[in-house]
């Protein structure tokens, strides 16, 4: 039987359990319909969850249908569980965006339905709660077409809306033909003709369907059972099912990673290629490709290699170089270990999903999602023997950052050790420990996802903690280019290396890139890597302490001193470059090059649109631009206003609290995250250090080394 793995996407409360729970009785796996209010449903098994009645996590099950098996993924929908959602986009066939007929398409809906568009990933809408009072089957479809902006084909109709009675009647209207004859000549023609029969029709929707052109929209009621059996059969004829050869190279994907009873890792892996077995030693790693061996050589620019003094010194000549072109991160060396340069593991037990339950296996071919045990390292992304599907980035990172305060008798380094395995299970949401004031802060998406990590560290943890205010979490961007140098032996640099650096502004989104521009044969490998591993690190704090990013970061000059050693006496460290000379001296030659390129503060921008009576608008404009929103378009329509346009992060909240107040209760706003801007008003924000601080030379020499210079 085929396989068919679904994901089941929208916004808060739009149903997507209780859908989730109907299909399950609808395909004969449960007897009855769990309920979110009860606390009952099978999907959301985490008791925060059943308390609060919301997703957190997300979860797998299976249930077979005529023709395919589907492994159905049930996902969050409250806006601050984004990253879970952005798991699981890489592993679907195919997927179903639920939306209210009562609330209609929210700011999730689009930042949903933009990604899965961009992902082409084939996908169903269905409108359910048409027995709600207030449904609206016809105002929500063009409300869609508005603001979702994509092809879309009603693929029935509701009537009796907003009652128990309300049931669906199958059928392709006249609109159907018109939008699927627009991306299909040959119907086109027919169309204009004599008309294009229905049979025709449904087999042009399922081509353009599969191929993500076009959205065919159902409508129902996950609570009355109206128009599932009619989604089930658009699940089943209309998206593609998973392909893969179960007996090529193995090629899987790891989801979703949590800790058994006993505190082992569990990892949720698709596999797209091969089959994995019991007892198989699996390498993994985080998909990228090492790229081939390194030659050692550089383009554009020339290379010198020189003793000097008993130092080796390479540096850039400004002329041709003899050699071939290695124009990339010298962690590309690293052709012989496991992508991402982590070592495999061995698999000691396998289960997939299959009618509502896990079964043990001890294989699992193409297709399928494993649950795998065994593999100590694994975390979310890492790909599972050949390099395949990389674990991408669709949605915005944490904009916000709160740290964490252990309540009376909380010990720091359990709460640590928790918040780093919370870690792995969020990837996104990124722990920082500050030694200095022996704090930790976490970043976060927001308020709901605060109180769901407290109330997981006191359930799951046993540790009681508070949190302090929320801050925005803002980024650096180069402002020009800069470099700076420092040689071995020379003026005031009191370890054992040479490292100069340039640093170049990039395209934004391009994140960091380190390059080399001296002959990597110059000195041994392990020191160039300790340069970019420590480039990568000291730029999570830049001049002004946060991240820097989209810059390119080449070294320009490299030099070491030779091992040195003594007759009878063996090895003289005190002459001889260690890694911990160039760990030690990049940061300061890197964070020179900043100053050299100044940084830019860059906050974050949330895309708004407000829906508001027009004659508020005089009120809305002043309290916009005080603060700090730039409106970019402004339309009305009869009695009522739509203005859109950005503002920061920082003061989204208080425009949500002051915007009932300004509109009589009757304004709508809906915001989502859009990009970095420089911060344009006020001081510049900070965020204090939690490094050696090398922005004051002599602090950190006397924080990293004894051997500091007069």
Known sequence: MHLLNLGILAHVDAGKTSLTERLLHAAGVTDEIGSVDAGNTRTDTLALERQRGITIKSAVVSFPLDSVTV???????????????????????????VVSAVEGVQAQTRVLMR??????????????????????????????????????????????????????????????????????????????????????????LADQTRRALVHPVYFGSAITGAGVPELITGIERLLPTADGDPDGPLSATVFKV????????????????GTLRVRDRVPFGDGREAGGAVDGREAGGAVEGREAGGAVEGREAGGAVGGREKNRAVGAREESRAPGGRPGGRVTALSVFEHGTESRRDSAGAGLIAKVWGLGGIRIGDVLGAPGRAYEHHFAPPTLESVVVPGPGTDRRSLHLAL????????????????????????????????????????????????????????ERLAGSGRAVEFNKKDLNPFLATVGLRVDPAPVGSGVDFRLEVELGAMPYAFFKAVEDTVR?????????????????????????????????????????????????????????????????????????????????????????GLGAVPESTSTHGGACVLQGAVPVARVHELEQRLPGLTGGEGELETAFDHYAPVGRGPLPERLRTDHNPLNRKEYLLNVTRRVGD
């Open 115 to 204: 990604t899965l568009r961009r992902l082409r990933i084939p996908t169903l809408v269905f409108v359910n709660k048409i027995d709600r009072r207030g449904a609206n089957g016809s105002a929500v479809l063009d409300q869609m077409a508005r603001r979702l902006a994509v092809p879309l084909v009603p693929a029935g109709r509701a009537t009796a809306l907003g009652t128990r009675a309300a049931r669906v009647v199958p059928c392709l209207g006249p609109a159907a033909a018109e939008v699927l004859a627009e991306r299909d000549d040959a119907l086109l023609a027919a169309y204009l003709d004599d008309g294009v029969p229905e049979a025709r029709l449904r087999t042009a």
């Open 537 to 625: 690190e000291t730029l999570g704090q830049g001049l002004h302490g946060w991240q820097v990013t989209d810059c390119t970061v080449t070294m320009t000059h490299s030099g070491y001193s030779p091992r040195q050693s003594h007759a009878h006496q063996g090895f003289d460290k005190s002459m001889s470059s260690t890694g911990y000379d160039f760990r030690s001296l990049t940061p300061l030659v890197l964070i020179e090059a900043l100053r050299q390129a100044g940084t830019l503060v860059c906050e974050p921008m949330h895309r708004f649109r407000l829906d508001a009576p027009a004659d508020t608008l005089g009120a809305l404009l002043p309290v916009l631009a």
């Open 258 to 273: 949590e800790r058994g009873p006993a505190g082992e890792k569990v990892a949720y892996a698709r596999i797209f290629s």
């Open 420 to 475: 780093t395995q919370l870690a792995e299970q969020d990837p996104l949401i990124g722990v920082r420990h500050d030694e200095l004031r022996a704090e930790t802060s976490v970043s976060l998406y927001g308020e709901v996802q605060k109180e769901v990590v407290q109330a997981t560290l006191a359930d799951e943890y046993g540790l009681a903690v508070t949190f302090r205010e929320t801050t925005t979490l803002c980024i």
């Open 71 to 97: 492994n159905l993924i049930d996902t969050p929908g409250h806006p601050d569980f984004i990253a879970e959602v952005e798991r699981v986009l890489g592993v679907l066939d195919g997927a179903v965006l």
